[in-house]
T-cell receptor, first 114, second 114 residues
Framework: KAGVTQTPRYLIKTRGQQVTLSCSPI?????VSWYQQTPGQGLQFLFE???????NKGNFPGRFSGRQFSNSRSEMNVSTLELGDSALYLC?????????????FGSGTRLTVV | TQLLEQSPQFLSIQEGENLTVYCNSS?????LQWYRQEPGEGPVLLVT?????EVKKLKRLTFQFGDARKDSSLHITAAQPGDTGLYLC??????????????FGQGTRLTINP
């Protein structure tokens, strides 16, 4: 079955601009989580959506937002970009295995802010 | 605040040697997952341990979950150049409404020299 698809793979933006990243989860997975990965901070949780509702949110400023559509596809938006937002943004879809959640990550979107 | 301390951060050893990577926390996790990440790609799940004291083996890799479900280790026997990569541990924390988030360690960048 198809994996988690993130688009675009690479993005270059200028400070002050906004950006929208997309994530298509594995078919049947209703939960989508977003993570930011940087060399200094590692992987940090941004937020999680389940059935179009944000269930959980990490400690990021309000410039970071997201949404989920009825087909479980998710988007995240970053407004007023800062240089420090340069990172690999990873999306993970998950489903309950009966014991725990099983996560599958996409290849990520590499965002560079200049 | 880094909830999950992973060590060592960097490890370079010769082919055939053994190694152990540790993840420690003061938090109790519902499960602990180990991932491997290649450059430019998302993390790929290696194993999930759920029960305190649980040991799982994946070929030459042995994963252990601490009795108190606060720590874990990854042991590689007779390391090979193909084991080179970034290894990440992630603890799963349940939050409200059954939602879960992963807390990642900083990662261990492993290099196996031929």
């Amino acid at each position: 079955k198809a994996g988690v698809t993130q688009t675009p793979r690479y993005l270059i933006k200028t400070r002050g601009q906004q950006v929208t990243l997309s994530c298509s989860p594995i078919s049947g997975h209703r939960s989508v989580s977003w993570y930011q990965q940087t060399p200094g901070q590692g992987l940090q949780f941004l937020f999680e959506y389940f059935s179009e509702t944000q269930r959980n949110k990490g400690n990021f400023p309000g410039r970071f937002s997201g949404r989920q559509f009825s087909n479980s596809r998710s988007e995240m938006n970053v407004s007023t970009l800062e240089l420090g937002d340069s990172a690999l943004y990873l999306c993970a879809s998950s489903s309950w295995t009966g014991v725990n959640y099983g996560y599958t990550f996409g290849s990520g979107t590499r965002l560079t802010v200049v | 605040t880094q909830l999950l301390e992973q060590s060592p951060q960097f490890l370079s050893i010769q082919e055939g040697e053994n190694l152990t990577v540790y993840c420690n926390s003061s938090s109790v996790f519902s499960s602990l997952q180990w991932y491997r990440q290649e450059p430019g790609e998302g993390p790929v799940l290696l194993v999930t341990v759920v029960t305190g004291g649980e040991v799982k083996k994946l070929k030459r890799l042995t994963f252990q979950f601490g009795d108190a479900r606060k720590d874990s280790s990854l042991h590689i026997t007779a390391a090979q150049p193909g084991d080179t990569g970034l290894y990440l541990c992630a603890g799963a924390l349940f939050v409200i409404q059954g939602a879960q988030k992963l807390v990642f360690g900083q990662g261990t960048r492993l290099t196996i020299n031929p």
